[in-house]
C-alpha cells in the first residue's frame, strides 16, 4: 500500500474525528443555552418584576426634579445594566421619518405651527417648490387655524361637560343602575387603566435626543402642556360621563364625541402635512433642534428674558401637578372599575 494511501486514510479519519467533535460541541452548547435561557425564564416572572418596580419610581422622581421639556432625564444613564444615552445622527433620515418626528411631537402642537407660519412659513418656499397653491397654508396666517382648532377643541369639550351637567339629577352613589350600566363603567375604567400607562410613556417619549422643537418659547410650553392636559381631561370626563349617564347609547356616542376632540389638532396637522410634506422637511431642519444646543437657548433665554423666565417659574406648578396627576391617573382607572360598579 502506497504513502499516498495511508495519508488520504488519515485524512478521512480526521475529519470525521473533527466533524464529530464539532457536532457534539453544538449539541453541549445549545444544551447550555436552552439550561441558560430556562433560568432566565423562572427568574422574569419574580426577580425581574421586583427589580423593575424601582424603575417606576425613579423614572417619576426624574421627571419632578427635571426642566418640563429639555428631557434631561433621557440625556443621563437610567440604571445599572442600560445602554449609556447615544445622541442618534441625523444625516440618514429621510423625509418621511422627519414628517412623522415632528407630528409626533407634542412641544409641536397647534401654537408651535402658527409661530412657524409667523416666522418662516408666510414667505411661500415650500408652496414654490411644490408649485401649488394651497389655502389651508395661506389661510393659517391669515386667520390663525392652528389657534381656531385649540379653541374649538376646548369649546366643544366645555359644551359637552355643561350639557351633561345640565341634565344629571341624581346624587353622587344612586347605586340605581342595571347590570348592563355597571358592566359598562367598569369595562370603561378598565381600558382606560389600560390606556393610561401609555399616556405616561408618551411625557417620557415627547423628547426627541437627536433633535426636538425649541423649548425656549412660550408656544411650546403651551403646547406640551395642552396635549397632555387634554387628555387627560377628555378621559376623566368620559368616565364621569360613563358613571352619570343611564343610557347606554349616550354612553358610547359621549365617549366618542370626546374622543374625537382629542385628535382634531393632530387631525389638523396630519391633514397640513399631507399636502405640504416639505414643511415638516423644513421644520425639522431649521426649527428642531438638539439637545444641548436646546439646553443653551434656554439658558440664553431665561438669563435675558425676564417674562419668559417669570412665565416659566409661572407654569412650573401646573406642569408638576400634571406629572403627579398622570402618575396617578392609573390608580384613579383602578378605582373605579370597583366603586364605579358599586355605585352606580
Known amino acids: 500500500m502506497s504513502l499516498k494511501s495511508f495519508s488520504s486514510r488519515d485524512d478521512v479519519l480526521v475529519n470525521n474525528y473533527v466533524f464529530k467533535f464539532n457536532k457534539d460541541l453544538r449539541v453541549q452548547a445549545n444544551h447550555i443555552e436552552r439550561n441558560t435561557?430556562?433560568?432566565i425564564e423562572k427568574k422574569s416572572c419574580c426577580k425581574q418584576?421586583?427589580?423593575s418596580m424601582p424603575l417606576i419610581f425613579k423614572n417619576f422622581y426624574l421627571k419632578m426634579i427635571d426642566h418640563m421639556l429639555l428631557g434631561g432625564e433621557q440625556a443621563i444613564k437610567v440604571s445599572p445594566g442600560f445602554n449609556s444615552p447615544i445622541c442618534r445622527m441625523n444625516s440618514d433620515i429621510t423625509s418621511e421619518e422627519k414628517k412623522e418626528i415632528v407630528m409626533a411631537s407634542p412641544s409641536f402642537g397647534m401654537f408651535s405651527l402658527f409661530k412657524y407660519h409667523i416666522q418662516r412659513g408666510y414667505q411661500n418656499q415650500e408652496l414654490k417648490k411644490e408649485n401649488k397653491i394651497l389655502l389651508s397654508h395661506i389661510f393659517s396666517l391669515l386667520f390663525a387655524l392652528p389657534v381656531l382648532v385649540f379653541m374649538g377643541q376646548w369649546m366643544l369639550f366645555f359644551a359637552l361637560i355643561i350639557n351633561e351637567s345640565n341634565n344629571y339629577g341624581g346624587t353622587l352613589c344612586p347605586n340605581e343602575g342595571d347590570l348592563a350600566n355597571k358592566l359598562m363603567i367598569c369595562g370603561t375604567a378598565l381600558i382606560y387603566f389600560a390606556r393610561s400607562f401609555f399616556l405616561w410613556d408618551g411625557l417620557t417619549d415627547s423628547v426627541n435626543l437627536s433633535k426636538m422643537n425649541k423649548v425656549d418659547s412660550y408656544s411650546c410650553i403651551l403646547?406640551?402642556?395642552?396635549?397632555f392636559s387634554f387628555s387627560l381631561v377628555v378621559y376623566g370626563a368620559n368616565l364621569w360621563i360613563v358613571f352619570f349617564e343611564y343610557d347606554i347609547q349616550n354612553m358610547?356616542?359621549?365617549s366618542l364625541a370626546m374622543e374625537f376632540l382629542m385628535v382634531l389638532d393632530n387631525e389638523f396637522e396630519e391633514f397640513y402635512f399631507k399636502y405640504l410634506p416639505?414643511?415638516?422637511?423644513?421644520i425639522y431642519d431649521n426649527v428642531f433642534v438638539s439637545y444641548h444646543e436646546n439646553k443653551q437657548l434656554l439658558l440664553d433665554r431665561k438669563e435675558n428674558d425676564k417674562c419668559f423666565r417669570c412665565f416659566?417659574?409661572?407654569?412650573f406648578i401646573p406642569y408638576k401637578l400634571l406629572v403627579i396627576s398622570l402618575f396617578l391617573f392609573p390608580f384613579f382607572c383602578l378605582f373605579g372599575t370597583i366603586a364605579g360598579p358599586v355605585c352606580k
Open 37 to 39: 435561557f430556562s433560568k
Open 49 to 51: 418584576v421586583c427589580s
Open 223 to 227: 403646547d406640551t402642556f395642552q396635549e
Open 252 to 254: 358610547i356616542l359621549n
Open 278 to 282: 416639505g414643511a415638516a422637511d423644513d
Open 312 to 315: 416659566s417659574g409661572i407654569m
